[in-house]
């Protein structure tokens, strides 16, 4: 694999070397397939959309084809019945993909695109070791098993999670700036220390930990690459993070919410979908209290200029909502109740 892969990256490196012809052009070739519509969607946060469709050109044969540049990002092709696969949409748009009807997870290849086909080989891999994984787990709990036996099964488990972060690692040295190992670092979790921090009488200090573990939770994310937004790993973190790795507490949120915008704002695209994310996320929250993060963004971001893309209509909304809100919030004052009897 390793020769391959190396294999690869000196023909991507003397592809991006060259001049990049203008526009896209993708070429799909799929065997037993002879009428469309095939579709080209796009991911965009935890949502997918359609960029293009194609009818055949020829039997099995669909292009698609324009004078501009594609966003970059990860990309779907969906056949007429709801068939689909994945691909790296980057630097090189215009190569040909060869599959068959049927058969995308197992026979697909690309010509022309390095990054797909290292792309696809990790893909096939992972999703072997998965299976090998998952088939461990399995005997695990299964009635019987001896405490050695269920370590012996742990064990395997960890050395194949090991090579699954091997082969991210052997990406993202052959193709450092592709999208894909922005993608593979992005969805890291930070790894506790080692030593662990332990407590005045000696044992794990599991706050401390988990502070840590907090604050290093963004460490792989590069704020600055918006292309991170065309792929469902920033919001499925988004929603991770504000969700359950910070305590839902109002003010621990609106801190955390704070200190993580400063971070967006390396990239203008990142920042906006960030602040509209946790927005509307506290907005529709059903948890108590989680309103007061609500009025806090709208006051602080919102009606102070900061999100400069937001209307004028939807500026009033916003406003009027909070100055509703507000009274109601916990730890407020109630506003006087007038009745008549």
Known sequence: MKSILAALMLLFVSTIGAAQPVGHKI?????????GPVLLAYHFGNRQFIQDSANVASPGVFVFESSERLPAGIYLIVAPDQQLFELIIDQTQHFAIYTRKGAFETETRFVGSPENEAFFAYMQTVTDIGQQIFALQSKMSVEGVT???RANLSYEIQSLNKEITARQNQYIQLFPNCLFSLVLKAQRDPQPPVPPMLAADGSIDQFAMYKHYVANFWKNMNFSDARILRTPVFQNRLERYFSSVVMQIPDSIITAADRFLEKARA?????????????SHFERSQIMGHDAVFVHMVEKYYLTGQADWATQATLNQLRERVARLKPLLIGKVAPNIQMFL
Not at 27 to 35: H, K, P, R, S
């Open 27 to 35: 070429t799909v070739n799929i065997q037993d397939l002879d009428e």
């Open 147 to 149: 405490a050695d036996q």
């Open 267 to 279: 990239n203008k695209e990142i920042f906006r979908f960030s602040l509209w994310f946790i927005t």
